[in-house]
């Protein structure tokens, strides 16, 4: 969430920023006003105190004097005013919970270069990557490919676990495995520190790095458990320091992070999105960054290359949109997305589909973690988070299975993954 300080400071540039969104920007003098209340009754609490206190020192006075009588009822006065104070206390932390409740549903201030829009049909096209594959023979969707070559099992998983879960078989499997190594070799030669995270977080953790309106839709909750399933590493990673003050040569902090991730994925039902494209479980490498506020675009625009040489390494073609205020998420400033061409989509005419998302969600995140970094001048200020998916394996090994396929139905593998394929170039008929 945003710190309430910079909002009694910028209310004007949240409100701006609020509207843009298409988000009704009388909220921010509904937050406001609930700080004023909240502040009016941490003044009263500071009263009361103080009123203890004062009393406190008249008691033992009265007893030093021997005044028993006024001793007596100044305690009296005293079990009074705490039953005042801890009526005090819950309606400060009522004021409190409700303000913070509010300030939630605010988003971060959006990035000057965020485009406005409805939804995703207006996210804006920056670049182009890479040349679509030309094909002179009718192609096979990954679907198709994966059970021709007995690399999928989507029946029997959907027996035992239902829609939307998977068996990898045979090369597939080593091609998760590879995709997940070819990650995380880059990311190691670029100074990132890799993070093998749990898989669940209490809701304490995981509040940070989601929005609360999206549990219900997109996290598994474990029953009768303060836990959740993680939706990506991100979560984990941006959890690592919360609570903490760091210091400000530990910054930046590059890590990566590798993991199963598990989303309950509501929604889209055609043929587009089954198979392995979208599903509850599949396994990712992820970067994350704390940095100072000052790095934190420069940073995005690194973590933006990092994915995208990855997809270029690969052969994978693939276009970079920015992301529109309809689409965008509260907690980011500024997302990019990487969507790679998928031959086999929109009926095996292709189309661009989403593989990576690159978000700098600023101090949204810090705020709510409370993670702060202290400055040479001897202030704390909230560290900048950003994130980016480097390779999400089951969407990219359906980029493969449909850009490598041959006339003779056999895959070939990239280049850049055989040494991880042992001895694997070709994807054949059993």
């Known amino acids: 969430m945003l710190d309430i300080k910079f909002v009694r400071?910028?209310?004007d540039v949240i409100t701006a920023s609020e509207t843009k969104r298409g988000h009704d920007p009388k909220i921010v003098n509904t937050i406001i006003s609930l700080d004023e209340t909240w502040k009016k009754e941490v003044k009263t609490m500071q009263e009361l105190?103080?009123?203890r206190n004062v009393v406190s020192e008249e008691i033992n006075s009265a007893k030093k004097a021997g005044k028993d009588t006024i001793a007596q009822k100044?305690?009296?006065e005293m079990r009074k005013i705490i039953d005042t104070i801890k009526q005090q206390e819950d309606k400060t932390d009522t004021a409190l919970k409700k303000r913070d409740e509010m300030l939630k549903s605010i988003g971060n201030?959006?990035?000057?270069?965020?485009?406005?829009?409805?939804d995703d049909s207006e996210n804006v096209e920056l670049k182009k990557v890479g040349k679509l594959p030309v094909f002179e023979f009718p192609i096979k969707d990954h679907i198709e490919l994966g059970l021709d070559l007995d690399l999928i099992d989507i029946d029997t998983a959907a027996k035992t676990s239902g829609a939307r879960f998977y068996y990898l078989k045979n090369e597939a499997v080593l091609l998760d495995m590879a995709l997940q190594r070819f990650a995380v070799?880059?990311?190691i030669a670029k100074g990132f520190t890799i993070h093998w995270v749990p898989f669940m977080l209490n809701r304490a953790a995981l509040e940070g790095g989601v929005n609360l309106s999206e549990f219900k839709d997109t996290i598994y909750k474990?029953?009768?458990e303060d836990l959740?399933?993680?939706?990506?590493?991100?979560?984990p990673l941006v959890a690592l320091k919360k609570d903490t003050v760091l210091q400000e040569h530990e910054l930046p902090m590059l890590l990566g992070g590798l993991s199963t991730c598990f989303r309950k994925e509501a929604g889209s039902h055609g043929r587009d999105d089954k198979g392995i494209f979208r599903v509850h479980q599949f396994?990712?490498?992820?970067?994350?960054?704390?940095?100072?506020?000052?790095d934190s675009y420069k940073f995005f625009d690194e973590l933006q290359k990092n994915a995208e040489e990855l997809f270029q390494e690969l052969g994978i073609p693939f276009r970079v949109v920015n992301i529109c205020t309809g689409d965008l998420g509260n907690k980011q400033a500024l997302q990019y997305d990487i969507e790679a061409w998928l031959p086999g989509q929109n009926n095996k005419k292709g189309a661009y589909r989403e593989v990576t998302s690159c978000s700098n969600v600023t101090n949204y995140q810090a705020v709510t973690l409370n993670t702060k970094y202290l400055k040479k001048d001897g202030t704390r200020e909230y560290v900048h988070m950003l994130n980016n998916t480097a390779l999400a394996t089951a969407r990219v090994i359906v980029a493969i299975l449909e850009i490598f396929q041959t006339k003779s139905g056999t895959v070939k593998i990239p280049k850049a993954l055989w040494p991880y394929m042992g001895g694997i170039k070709e994807i054949k008929r059993k």
Do not use: W
């Open 185 to 187: 070799d880059r990311l």
């Open 109 to 118: 201030v959006l990035h000057e270069s965020v485009p406005k829009g409805k």
């Open 283 to 294: 396994n990712k490498v992820e970067q994350v960054v704390y940095c100072m506020p000052e």
């Open 49 to 51: 105190n103080h009123t």
């Open 222 to 224: 474990i029953e009768d």
């Open 74 to 76: 100044k305690i009296t």
């Open 228 to 235: 959740y399933l993680i939706g990506t590493s991100e979560h």
């Open 9 to 11: 400071e910028h209310k």
